[in-house]
C-alpha cells in the first residue's frame, strides 16, 4: 500500500516543477500565435525572447525568476478518504520544490519583516479550498508571480455605471499599468458579490483554457469587447509597443447586492503557470496539463 | 534598429553611439546586478569616501533579483529576469553621475531623473524582456563573486562574467529619447479608439 501523504507531495512537488518550467500548452500556443502574428518590429524582439526562454526553461530551469508566491486550488471529492492529510502534504511539497527545482524564497513576514527561506510561513501556502461530489482529488498548483499581482485591483462601482463602468474600470487599469505587468496580459474579471468575493472569481479564471469562452453569450461578448479594446491600445508586449497586449480576457459573476457594483481585476503575466492532477482514492495519479510522456 | 556586440568596460563613446531602438549584447567581466539596496549601499560608501568592492566605470548594471545555486562549491544564475526599474529612480541619477557606469538594465523603463543623467554622463537605459529568466541565465555565464550577502539573495551584488547576454533593447538613450515616454503619449492618442470599443465617450 502506498503512503497516501507521499503520494500527495510526490504528485505536488512534479507539479510545482512543471508549473516553474513549462507552459501549459495552451499558453504556449497563444504566445506563439502572437509572435507570429506581431508586424510590430520592436514587440517582435520581445515575443522572440519570450518564444525562447520558453525553449530553454523545459529543460528544468525556472522560466522566470519570480516563481511566485505559493497558491493552489484544490477540489476534494466528499468521499476522497485521504482529506486530512493534504494541507500538510503540499507544504512539505513546497519545501521539497523550493529546494529542488530552486524556486525563489519568495514568502515575507509583513509584520516583523524577514523571508522564511522555504516559501512557507503563515496562511503559506494558500489553499482555495472546494468540495466536490467524488472520490478523488483535484490539486492545481498555481504560482504567481509579484509584477502582475501588483496590479490587480477590486472597484467598488456604483451600479448605476452599469456594465459600460465595468468595462471602463479593467481598461482603464490596463491603460495605467501599461506593459509593467510582462504583457502580453491575461486578465480575470469577476463581477459582483462583494469585494472579496469579486477578486476570488477574477482569480479564478486565470485558471480557465485560454481558447474558451464564457457559456452565457452576454458575458462572452463583455469578454470580447474588453479584449479588443485593450489590443486596440498598441501598449503591445512589455509595453514597448505592439499589437498583442492581452493573450485573453476571461470574465465570471456573482449575484450582486442592491447598492453594491463590486469588481475584482486580475492581471496575469505571460509566464501564466499552472499545472493540475487529479489522485483517485486509490493513489493512481493523472497529470492533466503536464501529462506523463510515454516512453 | 541596428545591432551591436559591446565588450566591457564600455566608453562613454560608444555608449553614445546607441540609440532607441538599437538591439545590443554585452560580453565581459564587468556585469554587476543591483536593485534598490545595493544602489543605496554603493551611494553611501561613496559619501563616506569609501569604495565599493567593484568598479562600476564602464558596466553594465542589472536590475535583477536572480535565483541562485551553489553546485560544487561554485555559485550559478539559474534564472535572471529584470525586475521593475522604477524602484530604482531614487538613486539612479546620483548613481550615474558618481559611478560612470554604462548600461542599466532593467524592465518598464525609468523616469526622467534618469534620462537627464543619462544624457549628462553618456549612457543608456536597456530593455530585457520582463520574465525571461531562463534566457538571461544562458548569458549571464560565470558568477565571478557575490558581494554583499548580508543583503539577502536577491538584493546582493552579484559580480558576473556575461557572453552575449541579450537581447537588450534600447529603450532610454544619451539624446534625450526614451521609447516609455514617446509610448505613453502614442497610447494616450489612441484613447478615444480604445474606449468606443466598449462604449464611452470621452
Partial sequence: ?295 | MTEYHLTTPISEEDARKLKVGDIVYVSGEHVYTARDEAHQRALELFEKGERPPVDFEGSVVYHVGPVAWQKNGKWQIVSAGPTTSIRMELFEDEFLRKYKARIIIGKGGMGSKTLAALKEVGAVYCSFTGGCGALAAKGLKEVRAYEWQDLGMPEALWVITAENFGPLLVTMDSHGNSLHDEMDKKVAARKAEVYAKIGVQV
Fill in chain 1, 1 to 295: 500500500m502506498k503512503d497516501p501523504a507521499q503520494v500527495i507531495q510526490d504528485t505536488t512537488v512534479r507539479l510545482l516543477r512543471k508549473a516553474a518550467t513549462v507552459l501549459p500548452a495552451d499558453v504556449e500556443k497563444a504566445l506563439r500565435a502572437a509572435y507570429e502574428r506581431e508586424t510590430n518590429a520592436t514587440a517582435k524582439t520581445q515575443l522572440e525572447a519570450i518564444v525562447k526562454n520558453i525553449g530553454i526553461a523545459r529543460e528544468g530551469i525556472p522560466m522566470c525568476q519570480d516563481t511566485g508566491i505559493m497558491i493552489f486550488y484544490v477540489k476534494v471529492g466528499e468521499k476522497f478518504p485521504f482529506m486530512g492529510m493534504i494541507r500538510d502534504a503540499l507544504t512539505k511539497a513546497v519545501v521539497q520544490a523550493t529546494a529542488e527545482i530552486p524556486l525563489r524564497p519568495n514568502a515575507v513576514n509583513p509584520i516583523v519583516g524577514g523571508n522564511s527561506g522555504d516559501n512557507t510561513g503563515k496562511k503559506i501556502p494558500w489553499i482555495n479550498w472546494e468540495i466536490v461530489p467524488g472520490d478523488s482529488l483535484e490539486i492545481t498548483a498555481f504560482p504567481k508571480g509579484g509584477g502582475s499581482e501588483n496590479v490587480s485591483i477590486v472597484g467598488m462601482l456604483k451600479p448605476g455605471v452599469g456594465l459600460t463602468g465595468v468595462k471602463k474600470l479593467v481598461v482603464d487599469n490596463a491603460l495605467s499599468y501599461m506593459g509593467k505587468a510582462c504583457a502580453p496580459n491575461i486578465i480575470g474579471v469577476g463581477i459582483g458579490g462583494g469585494a472579496d468575493i469579486a477578486i476570488k472569481i477574477a482569480k479564478q479564471q486565470l485558471l480557465r483554457p485560454l481558447d474558451d469562452h464564457h457559456p452565457e453569450p452576454e458575458v462572452a461578448e463583455i469578454e470580447k469587447e474588453i479584449f479588443e479594446a485593450i489590443n486596440a491600445t498598441g501598449i503591445g508586449p512589455m509595453g514597448l509597443g505592439g499589437d498583442t497586449t492581452v493573450l485573453a480576457v476571461k470574465v465570471d459573476y456573482a449575484m450582486r447586492h442592491p447598492a453594491s457594483l463590486p469588481v475584482g481585476v486580475a492581471v496575469q503575466c505571460w509566464a501564466a503557470r499552472r499545472s493540475t492532477a487529479i489522485i483517485t482514492k486509490d493513489l493512481s495519479v493523472q497529470y492533466v496539463t503536464h501529462p506523463v510522456e510515454e516512453k
